[in-house]
């Protein structure tokens, strides 16, 4: 979706180190989302927002954190705790945090381990 | 528990053939119910979505799905295949009882046949 951005594209990660992956939106939605993908698997729902200054752990939370101080952007950090970060990571929001609204995603950013 | 299953890892079409992609869910009541496509490299885009109402949905790329309540089904059709339709599709249902949450199919790869 053009209105989703996420950065970078590809990023790599040396043992011990967080990272962060950016995820802007112009949309005015008021929920967002992280999921992680894997081969051969759906997506897993890392964190969401259903609002500024409030967030909730998905179903895979552990090693990963979060933030949303602005409507806009929601980053998710892979911390050294993660031993297993190499994924395709997607965001995604919505207009409202509903099971109804339809889901928007940016374009992903690949993490691979050095 | 609530699932998605979609039986089909992969599936090979030729061109011009007709497709079926199966979207099976297990859920308590009739949930809402999505499908998504997802070029390699690539987000996800929303195909089509059912609530309620007519059980056959028409979506974007030329895509229906029909809504079967006895056999808890969700399947995706088309006509007729393009070579530009070769991506992973995803089926995901959202539960009445949570206001977030989408449960995701593991995907089924299409593969077209010139």
């Known amino acids: 979706d053009g209105g989703i951005t996420q950065s970078p594209k590809y990023l790599f990660r040396k043992e011990g180190q967080n990272v962060t992956l950016s995820c802007e939106q112009n949309l005015n939605h008021d929920a967002m989302y992280w999921y992680r993908q894997d081969p051969g698997q759906g997506l897993r729902l890392i964190y969401y927002?259903?609002?500024?200054?409030?967030?909730q752990k998905g179903d895979i939370a552990e090693g990963y954190s979060v933030s949303r101080e602005k409507k806009e952007s929601f980053p998710l950090t892979v911390t050294s705790a993660q031993k297993n970060p190499t994924a395709f990571y997607l965001c995604?929001?919505?207009?409202?945090?509903?099971?109804?609204?339809?889901?928007?995603f940016g374009d992903g950013t690949r993490l691979s381990i050095l | 528990a609530q699932s998605v299953t979609q039986p089909d890892i992969h599936i090979t079409v030729s061109e011009g053939a007709s497709l079926e992609l199966r979207c099976n869910y297990s859920y308590g009541a009739t949930p809402y119910l999505f499908w998504y496509v997802q070029s390699p490299g690539q987000g996800l885009q929303l195909l089509l979505k059912?609530?309620?109402?007519d059980t056959l949905v028409q979506g974007i790329k030329g895509f229906e799905a029909e809504f079967k309540r006895s056999q808890s089904s969700f399947n995706l059709r088309k006509p007729s295949v393009h070579w530009s339709d070769a991506a992973e599709y995803f089926c995901a249902v959202g539960l009445l009882d949570s206001n977030y949450q989408l449960i995701w199919g593991a995907g089924t790869k299409l593969i077209i046949k010139p």
């Open positions: 927002s259903q609002i500024v200054n409030d967030f």
């Open positions: 995604a929001t919505s207009s409202q945090g509903n099971s109804n609204q339809p889901q928007h």
């Open positions: 059912y609530f309620s109402g």
